[in-house]
């Protein structure tokens, strides 16, 4: 079948294409090529989605899927604009942060959204929630039933820059001291990771094969932190200490939750995230999603970080020197 891949040069985007090209596809990526490179050996059209011609050139064919990965409304809203009439099928990559409430767990597809981005431009990450409402909404009234809409939840694997699902398995595998101590939140919450290899096999074949249709929360290997850190630790074959501190004990410590630099990925502490990682994930498992266990998950992003050569933490965490000062804070 024939995909035209709006995207295609980021993490994701890749991991799309090169599914679908295994899959026997021919396909297609359109993006600027700032990102990154495009898989080799696809179609590449540079185009730019804020330019008005930028879907000129393969808008004059037809497509039996096109796949698009934005969080700008502006350009899910042309691109509806220019294809929806030469595409059968539209995939769309959103996000769990369309939902208005992250405080309870077990929530489903049907539950409140936040009110939809009115402009063309997200100005922040702190609308990147509203923005994904306005490109859902733009596709949905465009493609109706026609499209099938993804709300990813974290997404992992090989290649995540982040560090959210590398650092754990690299940690465990690094401890920062002779003891071997490694330190983890003490914090029951869900946590939930899908492979990213999992969610581009997932889309694509929802627009080929097994052609689904509507809006799925699409998240995996729902679990507490607990039972996360205990997969990553016996990936890592770590046998040290455990030094266990609770959210208190992190927040007089400035300790960052969930992301980025000094923090403890997974780890949140604000109750009205505690829901984020911890949604039904039913709708999207009776449409034939199949998500591989998350211990292969974590070993194969623990590869990919001992790949690269160079010592960790990549993208989150806590360096060695912070967390040595950290646990001696602890004695
Ligand atoms: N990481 C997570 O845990 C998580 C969770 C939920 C949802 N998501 C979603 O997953 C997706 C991630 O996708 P990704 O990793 O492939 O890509 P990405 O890093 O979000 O990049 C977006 C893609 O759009 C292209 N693009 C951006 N501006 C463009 C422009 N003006 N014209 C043409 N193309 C443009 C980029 O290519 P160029 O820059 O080369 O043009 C790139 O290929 C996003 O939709 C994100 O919201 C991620």
Not at 191 to 212: H, M, N, Q, Y
Request: glycine share 12%; proline share 5%.
């Amino acid at each position: 079948m024939r995909i035209l891949l709006l995207g295609g040069t980021g993490w994701l985007g890749r991991a799309i294409a090169r599914s679908a090209a295994a899959a026997g596809h021919d396909v297609t990526c359109l993006a600027r090529g700032v990102s990154g490179r495009a898989v080799d050996g696809l179609r590449f059209v540079r185009a730019d989605r804020d330019e008005p011609d930028a879907y000129a050139s393969v808008a004059g064919d037809r497509w039996d899927a096109v796949i698009d990965v934005s969080r700008q409304p502006g350009q899910v809203r042309s691109a509806v604009a220019a294809l929806a009439d030469v595409t059968e099928r539209w995939a769309f990559v959103s996000t769990g942060n369309v939902y208005a409430s992250h405080r309870r767990t077990g929530d489903d597809e049907d539950a409140p959204l936040l009110e939809p981005l009115e402009g063309d431009v997200m100005a922040s990450m702190e609308e990147y929630g509203a923005a994904k409402v306005a490109c859902e909404r733009a596709v949905l009234d465009g493609l109706g039933a026609r499209a099938v809409i993804a709300r990813a939840g974290l997404i992992g694997g090989p290649g995540d820059e982040s560090g959210r699902s590398g650092y754990w398995p690299w940690r465990f595998a690094h401890p920062s001291n002779r003891a071997g101590a490694v330190l983890v939140p003490e914090a029951s919450l869900p946590t939930s990771l899908i492979d990213v290899r999992d969610l581009a096999g997932w889309l694509v074949g929802a627009v080929t094969d097994t052609p689904v249709s509507g809006v799925y929360d699409a998240i995996a290997n729902r679990m507490g932190l607990a039972e996360h850190l205990a997969v990553a630790r016996a990936v890592a074959g770590h046998a040290g200490p455990v030094e266990a501190v609770s959210d208190a004990w992190l927040n007089e410590r400035e300790v960052a939750e969930w992301m980025g630099p000094r923090s403890l990925p997974l780890w949140l502490s604000d109750l009205d995230w505690h829901g984020f990682a911890g949604r039904r994930g039913e709708r999207i498992l009776a449409r034939g999603f199949r998500p591989r266990p998350l211990a292969e998950t974590l070993a194969d992003t623990l590869a990919w970080e001992e790949a690269r050569g160079v010592p960790g933490p990549h993208g989150a965490g806590l360096t060695d020197a912070e967390e040595r000062s950290l646990l001696g804070a602890l004695r």
